[in-house]
């Protein structure tokens, strides 16, 4: 569970470390943490099976709403390398061994910027000051080998039904608007 949450808020370990039952409304699932490094206050959604598992934990534990509700970042490390290390010999993929529990910051930062093409959306989801610190998060993956599927509208009914099917606007042709979605 700690590392969805991680995985899915791309919080700094220490972050997590310092989250209260305060920090996080359960209902909406969103996660608003006290930035590690004074960086500017932020609202993270928790993905519906992070959510779950995150419900369960606070109802099998007694959380005032001040309580620090995570272990020192040092055990989660620690166990994140445990879990890592024996992932890697199961897997025989030594190069496994190099990540590290912050590279869950990376990833969030890299797929969220691959989602919505938008640097300034993860600079506020990260928290970050200035847009060069971003930037060192978000590596840019060449993603040319992506499929599609495109769709064509003609009317806005139909602009409608693609974009609440999850379709991105592309572009217009011949009269009619375009659009895409990964496959």
Known sequence: MIFSVLRDTGLRPVELQRLTLKNIDLEKGIVYPESAKGGRARALKLKT?????????????DFGLNDKMFPDTDIVS???????????????EPQLKKFRLYDLRHYYATMLYHRTKD???VKEKLG?????TTLIYTHLIDFQDEEFTVRAAKSV??????IESGFEYVTEMDGAKLFRKRK
Request: glycine residues 0%.
């Open 119 to 121: 640097i300034l959306l």
């Open 49 to 61: 099976e992070t959510l779950a598992m995150l419900k369960e934990y606070v109802s099998r534990n």
């Open 78 to 92: 620690h166990v994140f390398m445990r879990i890592r290390n024996r992932l890697a010999k199961r897997l025989c």
């Open 157 to 162: 009914k139909e602009a409608c039904e693609l």
């Open 128 to 132: 970050h000051k200035r847009l060069e």
